[in-house]
C-alpha cells in the first residue's frame, strides 16, 4: 500500500524526522486559508499523487502571493497529471499540499529499501538530490551510498558515519546527518514498511536537514498491524481491477501486454509470463488465483482479465497442487456463461484431479478452448492464438 507524501510527513513526525510544515488542500479556498495559517510569503503547491516526478509534470509550484496560491491551487487541482511513473494516461490531483518555502542550499537523496539479496533493509544516500534516482543509479552509480543494516542490531553510529563520509558532509553537519538517519530507520522498520524515498533531502543555510519530500510503500500482509496507516489507504489512487481481485481474493496486476494470463502460485506465474516474453509475446497482467480458487473466483479472473481490450488471447496455467484442476476446469465453463469469453483460451491443467479436468473441458466443447501438454506448450500456443495463428 502507498500514501500520499503529506501522510508520509504525518509519520515522519512522530519520529522526529524534521520536514517543512504543511497542510493538505481539496479546494483552491482552502489551499489559500492553508497558506495563511502558515505564514510567511513563500508557498509550495503541491499536487498529492501516488507518483513521483510530479515536479517535472508541472505539479509542484512556487507562489509567493496568496493570489498565486489560488491561482495555482486552481490549476493543479482536477488536472491529470502525467509523470514517468504514471504512464501516458496519468493520475487525477484531487489534493494539494501547502506547504512553507524552505531555504535550500544543497539537495541530497536518502531512502530505505528492502534489499532480498542481503535479506536485510539497505539506506542509500546521494549527493544527487531531486534528480530520479534510477537515472543515477544507471549513468552514475557511483554517486549512489548504500549502506546494508542489518536488523538484529539495528543501526549504528558507524551506519550514519558510512553515509555522511559517503556524501562528503562537513563535520559539523554529520550529527545531525546521523540523527536523521537514524530516526528515518525507525520510521522503516516499525511500521513494516517496504520503500521509503526522500528526494530531495534538503540541507538548509542553518545546516539543518528537511525531508521536503516524502514517499512510503508498506507491506501489504503487516497492515493488520498498523489500522492507523491501513485508514491513510485512498482507493481513489488505486488501480480499479486490482482493487476489485483483491476482494474475491485474486492477486491481479495489470500490465501493458496481449495475452491475459490466469495462473495459481506467484512463481508460477512469473514463470509462466517470463516463458510467454521467451516465446515472443507480451503478458497483459499478473494473476495469482492462489490456493483457494474455485468456479466464481476463477470465473471474475476472467472477467476482470477481459475487461483489457488489449488481450487477445488467455493462457490459463495451472499446477494442480492445493488448487483441484477440476475447480479451475469448471471455473472456465463458469466463466463462459458469465462472461462473454471472445478471445482463444489455452489451457494447461496438471496434477491433483488433471484427467478429471480434462474430461470436464472435452465434454463442454468449447470451440475457443485449446488444449496444452506443458508451460512451454501452452505459452507458444498462447503467442500464436494471439497473434491469429
Not at 187 to 206: F, H, Q, R, S, W
Not at 218 to 235: K, T, V
Not at 263 to 287: E, H, K, R
Request: proline fraction near 3%.
Amino acid at each position: 500500500m502507498n500514501i500520499h507524501e503529506y501522510q508520509a510527513k504525518q509519520i515522519f513526525a512522530k519520529y522526529g524526522v524534521p520536514t517543512p510544515r504543511g497542510i493538505v488542500a481539496n479546494t483552491p479556498d482552502q489551499a489559500v486559508a492553508n497558506a495563511e495559517q502558515l505564514g510567511g510569503n513563500i508557498w509550495v503547491v503541491k499536487a498529492q499523487i501516488h507518483a513521483g516526478g510530479r515536479g517535472l509534470g508541472g505539479g509542484v509550484k512556487l507562489a509567493k502571493s496568496l493570489d498565486e496560491v489560488r491561482q495555482l491551487a486552481s490549476e493543479i487541482l482536477g488536472m491529470t497529471l502525467v509523470t514517468h511513473q504514471t504512464g501516458p494516461e496519468g493520475k487525477l490531483v484531487q489534493k494539494v499540499y501547502i506547504e512553507e518555502g524552505a531555504d535550500i542550499k544543497d539537495e541530497l537523496y536518502l531512502g530505505v529499501v528492502l534489499d532480498r539479496a542481503k535479506e536485510m533493509p539497505v539506506i542509500m544516500a546521494s549527493t544527487e538530490g531531486g534528480m530520479e534516482i534510477e537515472k543515477v543509479a544507471e549513468e552514475t552509480p557511483e554517486k549512489i551510498v548504500k549502506v546494508a543494516v542489518d536488523p538484529t542490531i539495528g543501526f549504528q553510529g558507524f551506519h550514519g558515519r558510512e553515509l555522511a563520509f559517503g556524501l562528503g558532509l562537513a563535520k559539523e553537519e554529520q550529527g545531525k546527518f546521523i540523527k536523521f538517519a537514524a530516526a528515518l530507520y525507525n520510521v522503516y522498520m516499525e511500521n513494516d514498511a517496504e520503500m521509503i524515498e526522500i528526494n530531495p533531502l534538503i540541507k538548509t543555510g542553518a545546516g539543518d536537514f528537511l525531508a521536503l519530500d516524502g514517499k512510503m510503500g508498506f507491506d501489504d500482509s503487516a497492515l493488520g498491524r498498523h489500522p492507523d496507516i491501513e485508514d491513510m489507504r485512498d482507493i481513489s489512487e488505486e488501480d480499479a481491477d486490482e482493487r476489485e481481485a483483491s476482494q474475491y481474493g485474486l492477486s491481479y496486476v495489470s500490465l501493458d501486454g496481449e495475452i491475459g494470463c490466469m495462473v495459481n502460485g506467484a512463481g508460477l506465474a512469473m514463470g509462466t509470463m517470463d516463458t510467454i516474453n521467451y516465446m515472443g509475446g507480451t503478458p497483459a497482467n499478473f494473476l495469482d488465483v492462489g490456493g483457494k480458487a474455485n468456479a466464481e473466483t476463477v470465473a471474475k479472473g476472467f472477467e476482470i482479465i477481459l475487461k483489457n481490450p488489449n488481450v487477445k488471447a488467455i493462457f490459463v496455467n495451472i499446477f494442480g497442487g492445493i488448487v483441484r484442476c477440476d475447480r479451475i476446469a469448471n471455473g472456465i465453463l463458469e466463466a463462459t456463461k458469465l462472461v462473454d469469453v471472445h478471445v482463444p483460451v489455452v489451457v494447461r491443467l496438471d496434477g491433483t484431479n488433471a484427467p478429471e479436468a480434462a474430461e470436464i473441458l472435452r465434454n463442454a466443447n468449447i470451440a475457443n478452448v485449446i488444449a496444452a501438454e506443458d508451460l512451454a506448450d501452452g505459452a507458444a500456443k498462447a503467442v500464436a492464438a494471439a497473434k491469429g495463428e
